[in-house]
């Protein structure tokens, strides 16, 4: 076996990268749930000073601290022994709700570790992993990690990408939101459209109690509720406006819900499917965005296709192309893609 070391050279040093980044993804999660980056972000600190700050114990913090700075996520300050954040890192990592806060990414990748001895069993019989059977810091960073892009991007680019939405949204129409889980989307909403009446579902009970909390919490629980239903069999009708926020890869049949979508949608509707960021061929996303959702897709997404009936396995990377295809199965003339972002496709279907 004639191995180039150069080649081997340029892997392993890949390697490092890759595993500095595996360790030091629950140092994250470990600062933000003390409240670290948040009590650093006000002013430099030395670590004894940032452990009287968060009440944590001053050597452990001072360890922490120099894994951030290896990792670029804190600076140093060797004259004075401080650590601090730059504007920049603090928007990233102690300012909740900006569009680029990152803690709840590094909840769902800790998350995943937590599923793979049922992974291990899946691999070899082929069986999924439903949602529900993931430990709950999943859920919670999911919706930490999506909400700052829907706040962003969700009211002042997606829905006014759709062909008069947004002016009916205004006047008051009747919106449902499918795969709502903690019920970000669905909040946002109806925080900018108070003329219009909201109601999210989702199959996992758990995410629809905090979604309850979350609409009374931001004051628009007069005109949001939430219930317990899969896409498929959802109640009402005559719905003007439908929603599905990076869930419809997920879901054993697809299909299903497209038909059930065009079933409740009125005549003049329109279905708006946000999905992650892909291509349709394989070799279109390999890169850095690619590898995280074919990543969480192996642990997450496609486990939870399996679990379901239909177990189409659509995938994270579905792409334009196979989305297409279930929206038109289910009944539906006109596609397109409205609009997209580096992480996500949103698309308008309409009857």
């Given at each position: 076996?004639a191995?180039?070391q150069a080649?081997?050279?340029a892997?392993?040093?890949?390697f490092v990268?890759?595993l500095?980044a ?5 140092t ?6 003390l409240g ?12 004894e000073e ?9 050597r452990y ?7 951030q700075?290896?990792?670029g996520y804190?600076?140093?300050?060797p ?5 601090s954040?730059?504007e ?13 806060f990152?803690?709840g990414a590094?909840?769902i ?8 001895p049922k992974?291990?069993k899946s691999f070899?019989?082929?069986l999924?992993?439903g949602?529900?059977e993931h430990?709950v810091s999943l859920f919670?960073g999911?919706?930490r990690f999506?909400?700052?892009g829907?706040?962003a ?8 990408s759709?062909d008069?939405m947004?002016a009916?949204l ?8 499918i ?5 970000a989307?669905t909040v946002i909403?109806a925080q900018a459209?108070?003329e219009?009446?909201f109601?999210?579902y989702d ?5 629809i109690a ?6 009374a919490?931001?004051?628009?629980g007069d005109?949001?509720?939430f219930?317990?239903a899969?896409?498929a ?5 005559d719905y003007?406006f439908v929603?599905?926020f990076?869930c419809?890869h ?7 819900a497209?038909?059930?979508?065009f079933e409740?949608?009125r005549?003049?509707g329109?279905?708006?499917i946000v ?5 349709d061929?394989l070799?279109?996303?390999l890169n850095p965005v ?10 997450i997404?496609t486990?939870?296709?399996k ?9 994270a990377q579905a792409g334009?192309?196979?989305i ?5 199965g289910g009944g539906?003339?006109?596609f397109r893609?409205?609009?997209a ?7 308008e279907a309409r009857?």
């Amino acid at each position: 076996m004639a191995v180039d070391q150069a080649r081997l050279d340029a892997f392993m040093g890949g390697f490092v990268h890759d595993l500095g980044a595996v360790m030091h993804a629950a140092t994250v999660v470990v600062g933000d749930q003390l409240g670290l980056y948040k009590a650093l972000a006000a002013k430099p600190l030395l670590p004894e000073e940032l452990a009287r700050e968060t009440e944590t114990d001053a050597r452990y913090v001072r360890e922490w601290l120099s894994a951030q700075a290896a990792s670029g996520y804190v600076n140093y300050d060797p004259a004075s022994g401080r650590f601090s954040l730059s504007e920049e890192q603090s928007f990233a990592l102690a300012q909740e709700g900006s569009p680029a806060f990152i803690p709840g990414a590094f909840q769902i990748a800790v998350a995943q570790f937590k599923i793979i001895p049922k992974m291990l069993k899946s691999f070899k019989t082929g069986l999924g992993v439903g949602w529900h059977e993931h430990d709950v810091s999943l859920f919670h960073g999911t919706e930490r990690f999506f909400r700052p892009g829907y706040a962003a991007y969700l009211v002042n680019d997606w829905i006014p990408s759709l062909d008069g939405m947004k002016a009916k949204l205004d006047e008051g129409v009747r919106v449902a939101d499918i795969g709502c889980g903690h019920g970000a989307s669905t909040v946002i909403m109806a925080q900018a459209f108070p003329e219009s009446t909201f109601v999210g579902y989702d199959y996992h009970e758990p995410s629809i109690a905090y979604a309850k909390e979350a609409a009374a919490s931001a004051g628009v629980g007069d005109r949001v509720s939430f219930e317990v239903a899969s896409a498929a069999d959802y109640p009402g009708r005559d719905y003007d406006f439908v929603t599905m926020f990076d869930c419809l890869h997920d879901m054993g049949d697809p299909l299903a819900a497209s038909r059930h979508v065009f079933e409740t949608l009125r005549n003049d509707g329109t279905w708006m499917i946000v999905e992650p960021f892909a291509n349709d061929e394989l070799e279109g996303n390999l890169n850095p965005v690619g590898r995280i959702f074919y990543s969480a897709s192996t642990l997450i997404c496609t486990p939870a296709s399996k679990a379901q009936p239909g177990a189409m396995c659509l995938g994270a990377q579905a792409g334009e192309r196979r989305i297409r295809e279930v929206v038109t199965g289910g009944g539906f003339q006109q596609f397109r893609r409205a609009t997209a972002t580096s992480f996500n496709l949103v698309f308008e279907a309409r009857r």
